[in-house]
């Protein structure tokens, strides 16, 4: 890009974020103008200063902030149009770490590296391959939402979350245009951090191992009960009761296999489907 986007990017991420917010649900705590306590602690420890209330957070500080752990961060000098605020915007809301990893994934397949959320010469030059960047943004934001709706947060939060990237999708796909963006507006919970950290947790497969191994085990048993039928054979009337009981414990056996099976499969899709969403699914 040209001329930087940073100025204008910033002011749209400003509308997102509000003013102060301190709600017990949100993950960054107390947040200013989308800057967290720890991070203005941390901002404020390296400058050798002593720590205080984030509401006291000056015009001075968060555009400070702002332009180096999240501008900078993400690299926006180097980023197409549009996409420049589109991945500024996650990084703020999400860190710029997970920013950039939904940035790789919308590159695939042109993108042929990890999805490890740096920035690196490989994430460049795929950018330099796309020539639809417009088309990119829809991949960024649809990336975006799918990681948000596998937070277990996202109950509380997904109507401002979802509201806050509709937007940012419209303003990118705007610039990357060469259109006039829309302006950016506050929707309460949009501001809310959406971190990894409260990712839902993949289901267990341990009722699915225990279903087939609960009817491996009846098998055997009914193999069992089948040899001593034949051992008892001239007494016609104990052999039909085991015949009886063999048919039941197989059948039931087979059931606890067959269902125990359809249990793994849905745990291990339900799995990949969280990893492709965090973005640890393999090349």
Same mark, same amino acid.
């Given at each position: 890009?040209?001329?930087?986007?940073?100025?204008?990017? &910033?002011?749209?991420?400003?509308?997102?974020?509000?003013?102060?917010?301190?709600?017990?649900?949100?993950?960054?705590?107390?947040?200013?103008?989308?800057?967290?306590? %720890?991070?203005?602690?941390?901002?404020?420890?390296?400058?050798?200063?002593?720590?205080?209330?984030?509401?006291? &957070?000056?015009?001075?500080?968060?555009?400070?902030?702002?332009?180096?752990?999240?501008?900078?961060?993400?690299?926006?000098?180097?980023?197409?149009?549009?996409?420049?605020?589109?991945?500024?915007?996650?990084?703020?809301?999400?860190?710029?770490? #997970?920013?950039?990893?939904?940035?790789?994934?919308? &590159?695939?397949?042109?993108?042929?590296? %990890?999805?490890?959320?740096? &920035?690196?010469?490989?994430?460049?030059?795929?950018?330099?391959?796309?020539?639809?960047?417009?088309?990119?943004?829809?991949?960024?934001?649809?990336? #975006?939402?799918?990681?948000?709706?596998?937070?277990?947060?996202?109950?509380?939060?997904?109507?401002?979350?979802?509201?806050?990237?509709?937007?940012?999708?419209?303003?990118?796909?705007?610039?990357?245009?060469?259109?006039?963006?829309?302006?950016?507006?506050?929707?309460?919970?949009?501001?809310?951090?959406?971190?990894?950290?409260?990712?839902?947790?993949?289901?267990?497969?341990?009722?699915?191992?225990?279903?087939?191994?609960?009817?491996?085990?009846?098998?055997?048993?009914?193999?069992?009960?089948?040899?001593?039928?034949?051992?008892?054979?001239?007494?016609?009337?104990?052999?039909?009761?085991?015949?009886?009981?063999?048919?039941?414990?197989?059948?039931?056996?087979?059931?606890?296999?067959?269902?125990?099976?359809?249990?793994?499969?849905?745990?291990? #899709?339900?799995?990949?489907?969280?990893?492709?969403?965090?973005?640890?699914?393999?090349?």
């Amino acid at each position: 890009m040209a001329v930087s986007r940073e100025k204008e990017s &910033l002011a749209k991420v400003l509308a997102h974020e509000g003013g102060y917010s301190n709600n017990k649900k949100d993950p960054g705590g107390p947040t200013m103008k989308g800057v967290t306590q %720890r991070v203005y602690d941390a901002y404020r420890r390296g400058k050798g200063l002593a720590v205080r209330s984030v509401k006291s &957070l000056t015009t001075d500080e968060l555009n400070d902030i702002y332009d180096k752990q999240y501008w900078d961060a993400v690299k926006g000098d180097l980023l197409p149009d549009g996409v420049d605020y589109v991945v500024f915007d996650g990084g703020v809301n999400s860190g710029p770490g #997970r920013s950039i990893m939904w940035l790789q994934q919308a &590159l695939r397949p042109v993108y042929t590296g %990890r999805i490890d959320g740096v &920035l690196g010469m490989g994430t460049i030059a795929a950018l330099k391959a796309i020539n639809n960047n417009d088309a990119l943004i829809d991949r960024i934001c649809d990336a #975006r939402m799918n990681f948000l709706r596998h937070l277990g947060t996202f109950p509380t939060f997904g109507k401002g979350w979802t509201a806050r990237v509709a937007e940012v999708r419209a303003i990118g796909k705007a610039w990357a245009t060469g259109e006039t963006p829309q302006a950016a507006s506050f929707v309460d919970g949009g501001q809310a951090k959406a971190v990894v950290e409260d990712a839902k947790a993949a289901p267990s497969t341990a009722p699915a191992d225990a279903a087939i191994g609960g009817g491996g085990a009846g098998l055997g048993v009914s193999g069992t009960l089948q040899g001593l039928q034949e051992q008892l054979s001239p007494l016609s009337y104990a052999s039909e009761w085991i015949t009886k009981i063999v048919v039941i414990l197989a059948l039931v056996s087979a059931l606890l296999i067959f269902g125990g099976a359809a249990y793994r499969w849905y745990t291990n #899709r339900k799995a990949r489907h969280l990893a492709e969403a965090l973005g640890t699914v393999p090349a």
